[in-house]
Nanobody, 123 residues
Framework: VQLQGVWGGLVQAGGSLRLSCAASGRTSSRYSMGWFRQAPGMEREFVAAIGWGMSNTYYADSVKGRFTIPRDYAKNTMYLQMNSLEPEDTAVYHC?????????????????WGQGTQVTRLQ
């Protein structure tokens, strides 16, 4: 399984950004996907996840109401729509895939990881 994405960049205050992550290869029939991020000097933290089913989403408290995690099942692609970005959102973002339909924020339960991409909210 490979995860490839169109990635982030620089965002002005109050701006928005959309990340995407496409899965290819031999995935299971039902799998969940998630986003994690890591800021300099900080541990990796969970951002959002989506299981098998549009209503099965899970968000970190820090991004609730600002981020959404749409998923296009036909394209095996997941997105992270980030609105009202704050300086604290500046980090390297990673997408991940778990060979399970269960939504989770636990990094160890994800089997595959995409290359990280830098998202920077300009001051």
């Amino acid at each position: 399984v490979q995860l490839q994405g169109v990635w982030g960049g620089l965002v002005q205050a109050g701006g928005s950004l959309r990340l995407s992550c496409a899965a290819s290869g031999r995935t299971s029939s039902r799998y969940s996907m998630g986003w994690f991020r890591q800021a300099p000097g900080m541990e990796r933290e969970f951002v959002a996840a989506i299981g098998w089913g549009m209503s099965n989403t899970y968000y970190a408290d820090s991004v609730k109401g600002r981020f959404t995690i749409p998923r296009d099942y036909a394209k095996n692609t997941m997105y992270l729509q980030m609105n009202s970005l704050e300086p604290e959102d500046t980090a390297v973002y990673h997408c991940a895939l778990a060979l399970s339909s269960i939504t989770t924020g636990i990094a160890a339960r994800y089997n595959y990881w995409g290359q990280g991409t830098q998202v920077t909210r300009l001051q």
